[in-house]
């Protein structure tokens, strides 16, 4: 079993930065992908960025490349979501989720979620 506890949203204007956190209980962090999702009010849930269990290799979704960097600690068990140049329709609940095994873009691969974390980007 694991949990999984975001931080590190807010309110930010459009361009702005904010980094995300994502903790994670048990022993076994380092055995598990993680991934980034989003969702707005309104709209389904989409892929933001994922990262293989060393950290090595890493997706993301076109429309964040170059703007948003995904990484973790295996010692700390968790991992980051560094956002920059905000844009307001980016405002969503970000959330983290981990799985055992490779790193996918598909939601319904991850076992354990967080409760996620408000980002609201003002314009």
């Known amino acids: 079993q694991v949990q999984l506890v975001e931080s590190g949203g807010g309110l930010v204007q459009a361009g702005g930065s904010l980094r995300l956190s994502c903790v994670a209980s048990?022993?076994?962090?380092?055995?598990?992908?993680m991934g980034w999702f989003r969702q707005a009010p309104g709209k389904e849930r989409e892929f933001v960025t994922a990262i293989n269990w060393s950290g090595d290799r890493t997706d993301y979704a076109d429309s964040v490349k170059g703007r948003f960097t995904i990484s973790r600690d295996n010692a700390k068990n968790t991992v980051y979501l560094q956002m920059n140049s905000l844009k307001p329709e980016e405002t969503a609940v970000y959330s983290c989720a981990a799985r055992y095994g490779a790193r996918t873009n598909s939601a319904f691969e991850y076992d354990y979620w967080g409760r996620g974390t408000q980002v609201t980007v003002s314009s």
């Open positions: 048990g022993r076994t962090f380092s055995s598990y992908a």
